[in-house]
């Protein structure tokens, strides 16, 4: 494959969201989490909701071009509604601009639609004015499920619809990028679990994903032989 350009180089770093989300990450990881992001101008740092704070003031220097993304009820979703809720708006008090929630998939998965919905609908509110991506695990959910997940998140009024967490069966998948774009055309998606190498990125892109969830990014940026600066 022929390098990029380094425009070409910048458009692709500004999609991904460089993420850690191992539980046993130490605080040194997400510093160099931090520190990758600012030096390939990553759209965000993607961690725990415990290392939001952390976050937030070391990639400060930014001017928030680089983005706090906290993930909520992650990976599996489960939580109380209220618990949720709480963890959302604790991390946009520590910092947090974006949050990357996971949907209640039992809820779905039993036709539950009324309480599904409620949870999606009270943590979107108090995520407030960040920007609130909905994780939906979709390695569990068939095309008829992903297609009333999409249309319940977007009357809730969240940004971008996810994936995946990375952490069940499966990854992100072209033809779930594709039924979800043509669900709900509106609304951004985020192609996340599984996303390693830039064809793969660029193949996500092209299916129509505007965010790449990846803890893949330097290498994929090295793919492309691009070198921003030294970082922070």
Known sequence: MESMRCGECRDIAR???HTLLKPDAVEM????VCEEAVRFDFASVCTASCWTALVTEKLYCTGG???VCSVVGFPFGSALTAAKAKEASAAVESGAEEIDMV??????RSGKYEAFEKDLC???????NATVKVIIEACYLNDEQIVLAAKAIRRAGAAFIKTSTGYGPAGAKLEDVRLIRNTVPDIQIKASGGVRTYKQAMMFIEA?????GTSSGPAIMSEAHYDRSPGI
């Open 15 to 17: 999609l991904i969201d």
């Open 29 to 32: 990881d997400i510093l160099k």
């Open 65 to 67: 071009r680089v983005k």
């Open 103 to 108: 949907i209640n998939v039992g809820y779905l």
């Open 122 to 128: 009270d943590v979107v509110s108090a995520c407030r």
């Open 208 to 212: 129509g994903a505007s965010r790449i």
